[in-house]
């Protein structure tokens, strides 16, 4: 199993990012996925939530209405679409296979910093 994100960065309040999330080595479009963040000095935190078709997604307050979560079954890919950042969104943000109430494989994270 491999999943890889991409598409973090720097960039001002109220700017975008899209985040992406390349999978391998499991068959992607069985599982429901899940982006968490980890910011500096603090604990993981849950960010969205896409089930296996992507009709079903969920959020998490601190960030609902501001990013969206997608997935391309065919290209083994979850996305988040995140818009009016706030510096409290800096963060590592990693994609993450659900498995139960947690996760049972994570990529590498890639850092998503919102400063002026």
């Known amino acids: 199993v491999q999943l890889v994100e991409s598409g973090g960065g720097l960039v001002q309040p109220g700017g975008s990012l899209r985040l992406s999330c390349a999978a391998s080595g499991f068959t992607f479009s069985s599982y429901y996925m899940r982006w968490v963040r980890q910011a500096p000095g603090k604990g993981l935190e849950w960010v969205s939530e896409?089930?296996?078709?992507?009709?079903?997604?969920s959020y998490a307050d601190s960030v609902k209405g501001r990013v969206t979560i997608s997935r391309d079954n065919a290209k083994n890919t979850m996305f988040l679409q995140m818009n009016g950042l706030k510096p409290e969104d800096t963060a590592l943000y990693y994609c993450?296979?659900?498995?139960?109430?947690?996760?049972?494989?994570w990529g590498q994270g890639t850092q998503v910093t919102v400063s002026s």
């Open positions: 896409i089930n296996s078709s992507g009709g079903t997604t």
């Open positions: 993450a296979r659900k498995y139960g109430s947690g996760y049972d494989y």
